[in-house]
């Protein structure tokens, strides 16, 4: 069966630090992967997302960034975070289109 | 591009009673699939239901059921006999070519 990781659960970070944030897929071939940023209270703004190696589709022009380094590794970065950066982050893959997507537990950030 | 809107931020319902959450979305693709998420407190995000959209024919998940109007671009979620692990935000997501969008969430509360 297919699982999806995400990690850290939670995390704090200082205003201008960098971020990492890491998704693996398991039990799957070439899945579409996506980063959702959700602020409190309110709905799933898409990021990125990804439909292979290297090919990196951006939603919304920010601070962040997405690599997709291997198959189903997905990594949302940032080189200097800002406040409006908080949020809770998650992770999600697909099979191809029109199918449902399948979610990571999330990661809380919180910049300071 | 897809948009959905989600027209009632919250919503309550008695135990034991039905409740219909409402959604529209607008789509330029002619091929297109429609979910509705949940999401408990937990934050973590669970499949309810699914319609494909050539389909004429209402999706149903036990006490859940779908309204889905194709020209009117409707797809409001029944939930019949609300039980009180019911209690959630709730999505409406059509899935397009290679991504998934969401719309800003009904809040659920279920009374005893």
């Known amino acids: 069966s297919q699982t999806i990781h995400q990690w850290p659960a939670t995390l704090v970070q200082p205003v201008g630090s960098p971020l990492s944030l890491e998704c693996t897929v398991e039990g799957t071939s070439n899945p579409n992967l996506y980063w959702y940023r959700q602020a409190a209270g309110r709905g799933l703004q898409l990021l990125f997302y990804?439909?292979?190696?290297?090919?990196i589709s951006s939603e919304v022009p920010q601070n962040l960034s997405a690599s997709r380094p291997q198959d189903r590794q997905f990594i949302l970065s940032s080189k200097k975070l800002l406040l409006s950066d908080s949020g809770f982050y998650l992770c999600a893959w697909s099979a191809g289109a029109w199918t449902e997507a399948f979610f990571g537990q999330g990661t809380r950030l919180t910049v300071v | 591009a897809q948009t959905v809107t989600q027209s009632q931020p919250e919503m309550s319902v008695q135990e034991a009673e039905t409740v219909t959450l409402s959604c529209t979305y607008d789509t330029s693709e002619s091929d297109y699939y429609l979910f509705w998420y949940k999401q408990p407190p937990s934050r973590q995000m669970i499949l309810v239901i699914r319609?494909?959209?050539?389909?004429?024919q209402n999706a149903t998940e036990n006490r859940f059921s779908v309204n889905f109007q194709k020209a009117a671009k409707s797809f409001s979620l029944k939930i019949s006999d609300s039980q009180l692990g019911d209690a959630a935000m709730y999505f409406c997501a059509p899935a397009g070519n290679e991504k998934l969008t969401f719309g800003t969430g009904t809040r659920l509360t279920i009374i005893p």
């Open positions: 990804s439909v292979g190696i290297g090919q």
């Open positions: 319609q494909e959209a050539y389909k004429q």
